[in-house]
């Protein structure tokens, strides 16, 4: 029944139809800017700002700059570097964190170095992960999930094309080789578009540029191949505009020569389509250009600078987004915070439309699997107030959490045609207090942890007590009971038999008097 459910609440997530809108191409006009240039890296990183470092300027001049664009107040900021670099890619980790790989060095060479930027105190890190790619340029990378970035093909140093799919994960500083196309590809286009994918398009082969678009899934380790570009395109660049959809600008065609472009198409998962999209005022024709996103979850613009025209490098900064949909809901403030053990999620509205209510999700940082929380449906504290241009408090407590563990949290607005729009992520720490006395009892940490089907529970009581110890899934159903007894005081250890479970993460609850101890368990079969 409890993966029925489950199954049932994706499918009627699935099946609402997400609409976008029309929106538009914007010049700005900082007052500081970098100077014009092609083949640097730009990346999403936080809080509605850009990341752009290296690449060639006018004349050729290698580049080791790194700038941040803020887009709510439009300016550029310098900041550190770590040296020369271009051709590399960048992609966003998460928090304000952004990884760089590869590219070419002052001397031309190509490198297999691995850096972290931070943008909270303006550091570049060497990494030095293990099991390291080897060296390459005209490779792309795009963010996969929070602390995890997916890198596919490029140029080696011998001068051959790569057929490689690489993960690169934060939490273990470790690459690891994924299942590859195989064809080598460069001067390709690789964007996030939800759920653990990424999408793979504009693709140069060593026979030619191709029109192929392909989808990786993390959780399946898997290819396959999607609807075709309507043209074929190489050189230009991709990114996540949310509700599973992606945008393609510019690039080169090829029919006998090279011919510069500077059309938009949005790509849909969920109609497998893409569809030029027109607009009042686009950028340029070019090539060798950086797009990145202002956020990850869908709800921001789209920042792009540079790029290259017959040599002639560009210093143009546009931003794609603001058209004239009005969402139905106008969210001011969407918070998250630790209070004893529970997470306490509020938010408000400045005016809503249409509104019938809000839907909540989370995941563990660090996992692509977003989990029911609550929704409208089920709670009356998340129905939506229809429409209004009066102020709103909603707020709602997830108490199945686990200690020690750092969620993020989602929130959507559902509006009377069933369409869901989702806002901002918030990420918030439950404070561990495995092994803390409370009440007369401690619960000790659990060994094997991860396990295969058997695990051990100590626990200790000071005084007599009825205890009550529980073995539940991620969403707090319960799985097992291990304990449910008066005991006397004393030392105790429990084996634990959970073959019959599923692989996943569950959440170890001991109870008594009042008071909860948690602990995560991770199953692996």
């Excluded at 686009?282 to 920042?303: F, K, L, N, Q």
């Excluded at 002639?312 to 969402?327: A, C, M, Q």
Aim: net charge negative.
């Amino acid at each position: 029944m409890q993966n029925l459910t489950l199954r049932t609440y994706w499918l009627i997530l699935a099946a609402v139809i997400i609409c976008r809108a029309a929106d538009d191409w914007t010049q700005k006009s900082p007052s500081t800017k970098p100077s014009a240039r092609s083949r640097h890296a730009m990346a999403y990183i936080g809080d509605d700002k850009v990341i752009m470092y290296g690449g060639l300027t006018t004349g050729g001049v290698k580049n080791g700059e790194t700038w941040i664009y803020d887009f709510s107040e439009n300016t550029w900021t310098q900041m550190s570097n770590p040296g020369v670099r271009y051709d590399h890619a960048m992609a966003y980790l998460g928090g304000d964190q952004v990884l760089m790989f590869g590219g070419s060095d002052e001397n031309y060479t190509k490198t297999s170095s691995c850096w972290k930027y931070d943008l909270s105190d303006n550091t570049w890190t060497e990494t030095n992960p293990n099991n390291r790619p080897g060296s390459r340029r005209y490779h792309a990378m795009a963010y996969i999930g929070d602390g995890k970035v997916l890198m596919v093909g490029g140029e080696h140093e011998s001068g051959s094309y790569v057929d490689e799919t690489w993960l690169y994960e934060t939490s273990r500083n470790t690459w690891t080789l994924k299942n590859g196309l195989g064809f080598g590809m460069f001067l390709h286009s690789l964007a996030y578009i939800g759920d653990d994918k990424v999408l793979l398009a504009g693709i140069r082969k060593s026979d030619g540029i191709v029109d192929d678009t392909y989808l990786f899934d993390l959780s399946e380790n898997s290819w396959t191949q999607k609807a075709d570009l309507p043209e074929i395109r190489a050189n230009g660049a991709m990114v996540y505009i949310g509700g599973s959809q992606t945008m393609f600008f510019g690039g080169y065609f090829y029919n006998g020569d090279y011919w510069p472009r500077n059309t938009s198409y949005i790509y849909s998962l969920s109609n497998n389509s893409w569809t030029t999209d027109n607009n009042s005022s686009a950028p340029s024709e070019r090539i060798e250009h950086r797009m990145a996103e202002t956020s990850m979850d869908g709800t921001g613009y789209i920042v792009l600078f540079g790029g290259d025209v017959n040599g002639t490098k560009n210093d143009e900064t546009w931003t794609f987004g603001g058209g004239d949909y009005s969402l139905p809901v106008e969210l001011t403030a969407f918070t998250a915070e630790c209070q004893a053990g529970s997470v306490l999620l509020k938010w408000s509205t400045e005016s809503e439309t249409e509104n019938l209510g809000f839907v909540l999700e989370k995941r563990i940082l660090d996992t692509g699997i977003w989990l029911p929380v609550a929704d409208y449906r089920m709670d009356k504290a998340l129905q939506g107030h229809g429409s209004t241009s009066e102020k709103h408090e909603y707020q709602y407590t997830d108490k199945a959490v686990i200690p020690g563990t750092t969620y993020r949290y989602r929130l959507a607005d559902v509006d009377y045609s069933g369409k869901v729009t989702w806002h901002k992520e918030v990420e918030v720490r439950v404070e561990a207090k495995v092994g803390k006395m409370a009440e007369n009892f401690s619960l000790g940490a659990v060994y094997p942890n991860p396990c295969n089907a058997t695990f051990t529970v100590p626990f200790t009581l000071t005084v007599p007590m009825q205890v009550h110890l529980t073995l539940c899934d991620i969403s707090g159903r319960p799985a097992l009971t291990i304990v449910n007894d008066q005991l006397p005081a004393g030392v105790y250890s429990r084996t634990v038999q959970a073959d019959k479970l599923s692989s996943g993460i569950y959440i170890l609850n001991l109870q008594s008097s009042g008071k909860t101890h948690c602990q995560k368990v991770l199953l692996m079969k």
